[in-house]
């Protein structure tokens, strides 16, 4: 049974940081791609960084420079620093992972977590 479960989410001033964690069970997490999406009520759900089985790491051109994506393969844990915070970073924060390479599209994740909500002010 595969489960992904956020933490790390609050509330922060611009300029903030905050860290945000995935705990990843009930899968081989090394061959995973993993990722980070975020959704609010009036924008559809985004991609904001993902990080390949092999390593590579993609990120929005809105979280560039500011955001850093990392998993620990021996503890199956996925982060995603956030840096600079700004209000439009607000929103969900879900996890999601799937077998393989990363999908293009979120509906493609096969396993998302519950989301932790993170509020930039």
């Known amino acids: 049974h595969v489960q992904l479960v956020e933490s790390g989410g609050g509330s922060v001033q611009a300029g903030g940081s905050l860290r945000l964690s995935c705990a990843a069970s009930?899968?081989?997490?090394?061959?995973?791609?993993m990722a980070w999406f975020r959704q609010t009520p009036e924008r559809e759900r985004e991609g904001v960084a993902d990080v390949e089985a092999n390593g590579r790491t993609n990120y929005a051109d809105s979280v560039k420079g500011r955001f850093t994506i990392s998993k620990d393969n021996a503890k199956n844990t996925l982060s995603l620093q956030m840096n600079s915070l700004k209000p439009e970073d607000t929103g969900m924060y879900y996890c999601?992972?799937?077998?393989?390479?990363?999908?293009?599209?979120?509906?493609?994740?096969?396993?998302w977590g519950q989301g932790t909500q993170v509020t930039v002010s």
């Open positions: 009930g899968y081989t997490y090394s061959g995973y791609c």
């Open positions: 999601a992972a799937d077998p393989g390479n990363c999908p293009h599209r979120p509906a493609w994740y096969s396993y």
